[in-house]
């Protein structure tokens, strides 16, 4: 199959392109009320998922009205798939929206010490689409008086597969008087990636009895979607209370591993693609960095 085809078969074409609700304080509002809510956002998010589906099926009419790939300029092919990921991308940020909203909501009357991220992630698969085992992560940090929580999940862009195929994020919300406010967003560099696991880290501290907020750090694994076998990317974000900063970005690696948390690090285990090989790697986590401190292979 040629470039072209490769590019702009009809489903190969689009598979190869590359509030109790969450927190004690909420629950001052009647149950019937938090569950209508919780149905809006459920169904607005459910409309948006769908879009993707929309604009697969609008673009697959636009090559075939153009003749793409065999008959099809090039020039018209390709603007036709670049509007179909410009598409594509707006339908993952109004859904990101949604969830800013909902969080908003959620914690407008939460005290600090009431910030409950496992009820935050219950209700967030709740609302977020269908069809794939994976679950949000939410993790709740700070200082007691400063206290923030991050949401972490994968949107999957229908049956797109590669690099375009999903829209990882990683969202930090502070909060306030009025309740949560997003303060920053990164994971783009994970978009792509599927089977998103999230793994909050305890990072050695050089003096314990810093007055700072304490960070809250972040390591993220996934697997490239529609590659031809395990293709695995991680990353580690540290949230400072302010902004997201990235402290580890290796190569992508071939192979399925498995990481857990250890008291000051995390480990990565098992079995290389088609390699007669296996992974075992210790590593040890600062805020600045990360350093390997034990290597087994065999």
């Not at 004690?24 to 769908?50: C, K, M, W, Y």
């Not at 190569?251 to 992974?279: I, P, S």
Request: net charge neutral; proline share 5%.
């Amino acid at each position: 199959m040629s470039t072209m085809q490769t590019m702009f078969d009809v489903k190969p074409f689009i598979q190869l392109l590359v509030l109790s609700v969450a927190f004690p304080g909420f629950g001052q509002t009647a149950p019937r009320t938090q569950e209508r809510s919780v149905e809006r956002f459920e169904n607005r998010i459910a409309s948006l998922d769908h879009k993707f589906e929309d604009v697969t099926d609008s673009t697959q009419k636009q090559l075939d009205a153009a003749g793409c790939p065999g008959n099809g300029r090039i020039d018209v092919c390709r603007r036709v798939a670049d509007d179909m990921m410009t598409a594509m991308n707006a339908i993952a940020a109004d859904i990101h929206a949604e969830v800013d909203s909902f969080i908003r909501v959620a914690a407008a009357s939460a005290p600090n010490q009431a910030l409950d991220g496992t009820a935050v992630s219950n209700k967030l698969r709740r609302i977020l689409p269908k069809g794939t085992d994976e679950a949000p992560s939410v993790f709740v940090g700070g200082a007691p008086d400063r206290r923030h929580l991050i949401a972490a999940y994968c949107l999957h862009k229908g049956t797109l597969m590669g690099s375009n195929g999903t829209s990882v994020t990683v969202r930090a919300y502070n909060q306030t008087a009025n309740g949560m406010a997003l303060t920053d967003v990164t994971g783009d560099d994970m978009n792509g990636f599927g089977r998103l696991v999230v793994k909050a880290l305890r990072p050695r501290v050089a003096d314990p009895a810093d007055s700072r907020t304490p960070a809250t750090c972040l390591l993220l694994s996934g697997y490239m979607t529609g590659a031809n076998g395990p293709l695995n990317r991680m990353r580690l974000y540290v949230y400072d209370g302010r902004q997201f900063h990235p402290v580890w970005m290796p190569e992508d690696v071939w192979g399925e591993f498995t990481v857990k948390a250890t008291a000051n690090g995390f480990t990565v285990e098992g079995d290389y693609y088609r390699e007669n090989r296996r992974r075992r790697d210790a590593y040890a986590v600062a805020e600045t960095g990360v350093q390997l401190i034990a290597r087994e292979a065999r």
